[in-house]
C-alpha cells in the first residue's frame, strides 16, 4: 500500500507560477514511475506529466510542455511539478499517482495504468 499527500496548490494570477509536492509512504519509491494528473470542474481527469524511476525521463502532456517540469527526489520519497506560465485552463485539482509495474516503454499516459492516487490539491489561475 502506497500513500501520497499533495501539497503546493492555490491562487496564482496568470503568468504566475507554483510548485507542487507529493510526499509517498512505503519504503519502494524509486520502483515507481510517477505521475501527475488534473481534474476541472465537469472535466475528465486527464494527464499532464510522468517521470520514470530514476527521474531520468520525462514525458508531457501537449498542453504544458515548456511550462511544466516534473521531477523527483528519491531520498525524499517525493515528486515534484513546477508549473511556470499558468494560464487560467490550468486550474484543476491536481493529483499524484503512482504506477506501481514500473515501465517506460511506452510512458504510461492513462489512468487505469495507475494504482495508487494522492487526494489531490487544487489549483486556480485567475486572469
Known amino acids: 500500500q502506497v500513500q501520497l499527500v499533495e501539497s503546493g496548490g492555490g491562487l496564482v494570477q496568470a503568468g504566475g507560477s507554483l510548485r507542487l509536492s507529493c510526499a509517498a509512504s512505503?519504503?519502494?519509491?524509486?520502483?515507481?514511475?510517477m505521475a501527475w494528473f488534473r481534474q476541472a470542474p465537469g472535466k475528465e481527469r486527464e494527464f499532464v506529466a510522468t517521470?520514470?524511476?530514476?527521474?531520468?525521463?520525462?514525458y508531457y502532456a501537449d498542453s504544458v510542455k515548456g511550462r511544466f517540469t516534473i521531477s523527483r527526489d528519491n531520498a525524499k520519497n517525493t515528486v515534484y511539478l513546477q508549473m511556470n506560465s499558468l494560464k487560467p485552463g490550468d486550474t484543476a485539482v491536481y493529483y499524484c499517482?503512482?504506477?506501481?509495474?514500473?515501465?517506460?516503454?511506452?510512458?504510461?499516459?492513462?489512468?487505469?495504468?495507475?494504482?495508487?492516487w494522492g487526494q489531490g490539491t487544487q489549483v486556480t489561475v485567475s486572469s
Open positions: 499517482a503512482v504506477n506501481s509495474g514500473g515501465g517506460w516503454v511506452p510512458p504510461a499516459v492513462a489512468k487505469y495504468e495507475y494504482d495508487y
Open positions: 512505503g519504503r519502494t519509491f524509486s520502483s515507481y514511475a
Open positions: 517521470i520514470s524511476r530514476s527521474g531520468s525521463s520525462t
